[in-house]
């Protein structure tokens, strides 16, 4: 019979040769697939590393259980959570202290005992510059800015969880204003590890609506500062960007600006700025429609003033108009009668011309009497009567 | 009368005004063309103050 082992005798022997070969803790860097808090208080998790691959992405290369024992996980979680502002959740690329050991039952497992917030943090704005990168080589970076918004934004696609404070907020801000708004809420998860395809999903199902809106708000949901990742998701900024309406944002956190806030036309800071912002449209567009109906009203006194001011010079124009014809015509008339005035017979006779008649008429040449004729000359003051005695025709 | 538009009246107005100035102005025609004249302005008056009211109106 060959020389065998037991199963359990192998695996002791795995189990010794671990021992040996890695005596003491080492640091291990891998992301986070599961994370699951026992009602012991003990955190188990699942790692693995990727592999990058061109057609699926990235692939499972390796994978371990791991576990943080209850001793150890309140210390380490605030310690990660105070340095990061999140909460250790899946996704996340951690580096870890673990020991390693064998279990002839249980396999290889994981005990963590120290993590380094610091790769973490390093990890996620690495993760963060990428996706910025990524949207600028894909010519989506400006989309959403290049949206024309409206004057008014009076119809609003709101992105939020029905039960945040944030969403209050911005509701109750909506609600003081005097303009109506409308809003229609579009649920998404604000935070998590799916929160980001959430994000997505609703942005689709605003567009899928078939309802008409001037603008889409994404108003952050819960009360915690921490957890800001999903809006450093690469899908989550890319819809945002791809957005046919102008994205307003009110994440709520003032630490750092996430990559959805980047690509969005409006980024505001909180979800009260993002209705207050939206009430100011209203208000705007209600002072100019003021401003017009005064301008209005004015240019329709200034036209109707100048029209009557110039029915009155007409007034005045046809008063002189017709005085200055009147007149006109009456000197017209006068110098007429001097001149009728001048050729009068009267003027004449006093002049010392005479007027010689016979009883044919008035006598205007040498063949109109005959020698010895008696003939009456009228001069100014009367006439005088008297005989032809010569004839003298030289003037002819 | 009434049927004739503003803007005619206001053409005729000026028509008449501008044959005042001219020399051979017809004096049997005078009376008749100020009268005419008086007429049409009191009348775009009308409608002016008219116009005036009605957009006062629509800015209560």
């Not at chain 1, 994978?63 to 210390?75: E, F, H, K, L, N």
């Not at chain 1, 063949?367 to 003298?392: C, F, H, M, P, Y």
């Amino acid at each position: 019979m060959r020389e065998s082992f037991t199963l359990y005798e192998l695996q002791r022997i795995v189990g010794a040769a671990i021992e040996q070969f890695l005596p003491s803790p080492v640091w291990v860097s891998a992301e986070i697939v599961e994370l699951k808090l026992n009602s012991t208080g003990h955190c188990y998790l699942e790692l693995v590393e990727r592999e990058q691959n061109s057609v699926s992405g990235s692939t499972a290369k390796a994978q371990a259980r791991a576990v943080i024992w209850r001793s150890r996980y309140p210390q380490l979680a605030r310690k990660f959570e105070t340095a990061t502002g999140r909460g250790l959740a899946a996704a996340m690329k951690v580096l870890v202290q673990v020991s390693v050991s064998y279990h002839p039952l249980y396999g290889m497992s994981l005990q963590i005992t120290d993590i380094d917030p610091a790769y973490t943090l390093g990890e996620a704005e690495r993760q963060k510059q990428l996706t910025i990168a990524r949207l600028k080589s894909e010519g989506v970076w400006d989309k959403n800015r290049a949206v024309t918004v409206s004057r008014i934004v009076q119809r609003v696609a709101v992105i939020s969880s029905a039960t945040a404070a944030g969403y209050r907020d911005f509701m109750n801000e909506i609600a003081s204003s005097p303009y109506r708004i409308h809003t229609t809420l579009f649920e998404a998860l604000m935070q998590g590890e799916r929160s980001g395809q959430s994000i997505v999903d609703a942005l689709n199902a605003i567009e899928n609506s078939g309802e008409e809106f001037d603008a889409i708000a994404i108003i952050r949901g819960g009360g915690s500062t921490s957890d800001l990742e999903c809006f450093n998701d690469y899908q989550a900024a890319l819809s945002v960007a791809n957005a046919p309406l102008p994205v307003i944002t009110g994440i709520g956190h003032d630490k750092d600006v996430s990559v959805v806030d980047m690509v969005a036309a409006i980024p505001l800071k909180t979800p009260t700025a993002v209705a207050a912002w939206i009430c100011a449209t209203a208000e705007r567009f209600d002072g100019e429609l003021e401003y017009a109906a005064i301008m209005l009203r004015e240019s329709c006194h200034k036209l109707t003033q100048s029209a009557m001011m110039r029915l009155e010079q007409y007034s005045e124009r046809l008063h002189t108009g017709v005085t200055t014809a009147l007149s006109r015509q009456g000197e017209r008339l006068a110098s007429y009668a001097m001149m009728a005035e001048n050729f009068a017979p009267q003027r004449l006779l006093r002049l010392g011309f005479a007027i010689a008649r016979s009883n044919n008429g008035v006598i205007r040449s040498t063949d109109d009497v005959t020698l010895g004729q008696r003939i009456t000359i009228e001069v100014a003051n009367g006439s005088i009567t008297a005989e032809i005695v010569e004839k003298d025709e030289s003037n002819e | 009368m009434s049927n004739i538009s503003y803007t005619e009246a206001m053409a005729e107005i000026e028509k008449i005004l501008n044959s005042l100035q001219s020399a051979d102005c017809d004096v049997e025609l005078l009376a008749q063309k100020v009268k005419r004249a008086s007429e049409l302005i009191s009348l775009c008056r009308t409608k002016l103050r008219k116009a005036e009211q009605e957009v006062e109106k629509l800015f209560e």
